[in-house]
């Protein structure tokens, strides 16, 4: 028998490659293997779930075994590769050697844990697919008070949910403003201000140290001294591309696993996408560049070999108290930021010297621009 187009991953960038690929083939063997339950859900609905009043199942779509017959594929579930021979253009699975036509890495990004001491490791929940959120729910049930590690988008994600859902959220990180990476820091203090609105306690600046078990609850021990009670913590404090994998197996990785604009490798025959690639030099961690970059592995993987391209990809943040959308300047782009607006309806543009738009952040009624200043910001991958 013909050996398999293996794809590693099935989340967003596995399970849309395999959609692509059978728009184009239909016969080819296709297998799948992922280490968690195979289910296909939409990961950003994972901070939607409590004001959509979704649990883990509620957002589950498909079970693995509709997912395999609508693509003509097998699923292996709870199967972690263990390693890569590309040698021998095979793969492991512990002791068990799975052979590829062509080897798809898809398998993502693992959340950052930073080391906490005390007593309650264990009620520090990182939130990044669809189990680690049916575990959360099932421990914030009856619970009131969540405290949120991280400052990011997702962390301001979280924080908005949550204060949707009806819990008291205070939200510790080590930074000045939210969003330090991305936003403008005007747009910033919009939508901190719209948390706060809604009852968010920011403590900007200092860190977790210790989180210890009290009678009624926990103990959030701070670096600055502070002490919050809460009942269950949520880290969103940041995402890593695996590579280690990649790594043992002699290929290229930086960030992430270093791919072309054809999402190959340093080794023929292994290709990557999504959370865990580095395409050109960028690893965006977003839904709309792996969708691009599935449409064009499809092809090549097909016998048409493709560049992926990404035109301007800005961000719709999800933080419904003040909307927002992002588009940080390309990479190596100086331009000078100008501001309009107050309060929550901030427009803050990055010209060039030329008077270009580079890029922008949006919150509030300023987001009903975004179409047309799209337009004009710069393709990321042209
Ligand atoms: C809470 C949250 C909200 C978000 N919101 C947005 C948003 O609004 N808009 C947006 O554009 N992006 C958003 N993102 C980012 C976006 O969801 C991700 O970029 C995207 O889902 C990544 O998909 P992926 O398939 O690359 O990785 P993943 O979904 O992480 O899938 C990785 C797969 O690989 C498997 N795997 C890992 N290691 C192995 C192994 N050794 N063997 C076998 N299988 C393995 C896993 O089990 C899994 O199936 C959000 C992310 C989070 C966490």
Redesign the pocket.
């Known amino acids: 028998m013909n050996a398999p187009v293996v794809i590693?991953?099935?989340?967003?960038?596995?399970y849309n490659l395999a959609r692509e690929f059978r728009k184009l083939d239909g016969e080819t063997p296709l297998l799948l293997?992922?280490?968690?339950d195979?289910r296909s859900y939409?990961?950003?609905m994972?901070?939607t779930g409590f004001g959509k009043n979704k649990d883990a199942e509620g957002l589950s779509m498909a079970e693995p075994g509709a997912m395999a017959e609508q693509l003509k594929a097998q699923v292996r579930t709870h199967?972690?590769?263990?390693g890569i021979d590309p040698g021998h253009k095979r793969l492991w699975i512990g002791e068990e050697a799975v052979a590829y036509r062509d080897l798809i890495l898809?398998?993502?990004?693992e959340t950052v844990r930073v080391p906490v001491g005390g007593d309650a490791p264990e009620a520090i929940f990182p939130?990044?697919?669809l189990q680690d959120y049916g575990h959360f729910r099932a421990a914030a049930a009856g619970k009131q008070r969540v405290l949120v590690l991280g400052a990011g988008?997702?962390g301001c994600?979280?924080a908005n949910d949550l204060l949707l859902g009806g819990y008291a959220v205070d939200l510790v990180a080590p930074c000045e403003q939210v969003m330090p990476t991305l936003l403008h820091p005007a747009a910033a203090s919009a939508v901190q201000a719209g948390l706060e609105s809604l009852g968010a306690r920011f403590h900007l600046g200092p860190v977790l140290n210790r989180l210890q078990r009290m009678a009624s609850g926990l103990e959030a021990h701070l670096s600055d001294g502070q002490v919050i009670p809460c009942d269950l913590v949520v880290s969103?404090i940041g995402?890593r591309p695996?590579i280690d994998?990649a790594a043992a197996a002699g290929l290229l990785v930086n960030r992430g696993v270093v791919v072309d604009r054809q999402l190959q490798t340093s080794h023929a025959n292994i290709y990557a996408?999504?959370?865990?690639a580095e395409v050109d030099g960028l690893n965006l961690?977003?839904?709309?560049p792996?969708m691009n970059c599935a449409r064009a592995l499809a092809r090549t993987l097909t016998g048409a070999p493709t560049q992926v391209s990404y035109g301007a990809m800005p961000?719709?943040?999800?933080t419904p108290v003040c909307p927002l959308v992002v588009s940080p300047p390309p990479r190596g782009l100086e331009g000078r930021w100008t501001v309009e607006g107050q309060g929550a309806d901030i427009k803050a543009l990055c010209r060039d010297a030329e008077g270009r738009l580079l890029g922008y952040a949006l919150t509030g009624s300023a987001v009903m621009e975004k179409l047309a200043l799209n337009k004009e910001l710069p393709a990321l991958l042209a």
């Open positions: 590693v991953g099935t989340g967003l960038a596995g293997i992922t280490a968690d195979g939409s990961k950003p994972l901070s199967t972690r590769v263990s898809a398998w993502g990004a939130i990044n697919d988008l997702i994600e979280f969103a995402l695996r994998l996408l999504g959370d865990c961690l977003y839904v709309m792996l961000i719709t943040v999800k």
